[in-house]
């Protein structure tokens, strides 16, 4: 990799943006003054950084995402086309809540599908997979895959972005990459080998 950043002609970024080695903002993108973007990150079409967003290395983020003041990004994050993150539970456009934006903070190696709508306060855990579409209003656990709206837990996923036998409990091995996990109801978590 490069030790410079990439910057496409058509981007707009911002003196005073920091953008790390390696990283990569295509067509469109906008990046304000106090962004902190990571080494080798990938930012797609018509992607907005908002002031104080804060990504991590090697983060994926995919055409048409808008991040918004409040939002992390631990690093390894992948971001699909389209999803959204909100600031504000209750937006009013005559009533100024700058000074309400709540923070959420997504966990490293976590995904989140295209069309995925974050509703802001809640962090989504380590690992963890927010499917295609599904509307987040709550805390997402470490390694869960969660979908619908509001999305529920419906299983659990191993690092590697495989799930998990579903419906097992206790001691679980990914059928994949062979990783293996302690799974109950309510939680999973990688066994130490």
Not at 72 to 89: K, Y
Not at 101 to 107: D, E, F, H, L
Not at 146 to 151: F, I, K, R, S, W
Request: aromatic content about 6%.
């Amino acid at each position: 990799m490069s030790d410079e950043p990439f910057i496409h002609e058509t981007a707009v970024v911002d003196d005073g943006a920091v953008i790390g080695a390696g990283s990569r903002v295509w067509h469109f993108c906008h990046v304000d003054p106090k962004a902190v973007i990571g080494r080798d990150c990938s930012l797609g079409q018509n992607v907005y950084v908002a002031n104080g967003v804060v990504i991590g290395n090697n983060c994926k983020i995919q055409n048409n995402v808008s991040l918004y003041t409040g939002v992390i990004l631990e690093d390894d994050v992948f971001c699909g086309p389209s999803m959204v993150f909100t600031n504000v539970i209750n937006p009013r456009s005559h009533v100024n809540r700058r000074n309400e934006y709540a923070q959420t903070r997504v966990g490293r190696g976590a995904s989140i599908g295209a069309n995925a709508t974050i509703v802001c306060g809640h962090d989504i855990g380590p690992y963890a997979f927010v499917a295609a579409g599904a509307v987040v209003t709550k805390p997402v656990p470490a390694y869960a895959l969660v979908m619908g709206t509001p999305a529920r837990v419906s299983g659990w996923m191993c690092a590697c972005g495989e799930r998990l036998d579903r419906g097992s409990l206790g001691a679980v091995t990914c059928a994949a990459c062979k990783a293996r996990y302690m799974v109950s109801e309510t939680s999973c978590h990688p066994l130490e080998d």
